[in-house]
Nanobody, 125 residues
């Protein structure tokens, strides 16, 4: 059984930084795409960033327009980990952030097979 566990959420002032981490476990984990989504109160879950691997190398990174230039996704396919470095945070970044994994490089949440439990990020103004 595959499990994704996030960590690193918290409360930060606007302009600050946070780093989220996600670790996958499970002998059947075969995903080559890992990404981050977020969901703010009263809003739909939205794509944030994804990394696509071929072998051990990340060959494609994609970001939502709202986070480009501020967030960076990184990871290690061999270790089954992915991280999201979030800089210059804004109050509108406040949401529950979810790690996801799948085999289709997509910004569509329905294309992902596995999900973490979520970690809260709160940015105060």
């Amino acid at each position: 059984q595959v499990q994704l566990v996030e960590s690193g959420g918290g409360v930060v002032q606007a302009g600050g930084s946070l780093r989220l981490s996600c670790a996958a476990s499970g002998r059947t984990f075969r995903s080559n795409v890992m990404g981050w989504f977020r969901q703010a109160p009263g809003k739909e879950r939205e794509f944030v960033a994804r990394a696509t691997w071929t072998g051990a190398m990340v060959y494609f990174r994609n970001y939502a327009d709202s986070v480009k230039g501020r967030f960076t996704i990184s990871g290690d396919n061999a270790k089954k980990t992915v991280a999201l470095q979030m800089n210059s945070l804004k109050p509108e970044d406040t949401a529950v952030y979810y790690c996801a994994a799948g085999t289709s490089s997509s910004s569509d949440a329905s294309q992902y097979d596995y999900w973490g439990q979520g970690t809260q990020v709160t940015v105060s103004s």
